[in-house]
């Protein structure tokens, strides 16, 4: 497949005409920032070049970037919401976790048992209120803890 070297010459030209002005933008975006804008500008200056990404959560280092600029972040997006509540989840889980290893799985492998059948109500109740049962079963999963539930029982069964 050959391309034309008059062609790819002008695609190139259009290729740095292109990078060019998207750096020009970057450079005079940057120095707008430095100078320090309005709220209610970068406010909107922000939104009108978050609404041109795509779904993607912004890098790390980029999103540190324009904090530093910006400040705070309060644009209401579902997409933040969706990560704010997501990390509290996890947070969440990770908490009632460790309290429910150690209160009832520590003790019970300590006096030498390999598993432990407890109440559903109590375990749901007492330390994953709030939680899935979903949610519960695959934190218990990713610590090597095998879980089975017993419906008929109302009993579930966690086996290390």
Known sequence: FAISGAFSAGAAAVTCIFFSERIRRANVFSKLLQRGLPEHVTKRLVTRFATDQSQKRVPVEVAHKINQYVGENRLPSGQELRHIAKIR?????????????ESELRP????????LQLPKEYVFLYYFQGISTDDAFEIARQHSVTVSPHWLMATVKFSW
């Open 89 to 101: 989840r996890k947070q969440l889980l990770e908490t009632e976790w460790k309290r429910f290893y």
């Open 108 to 115: 019970a492998a300590e006096s030498g048992q390999f598993s």
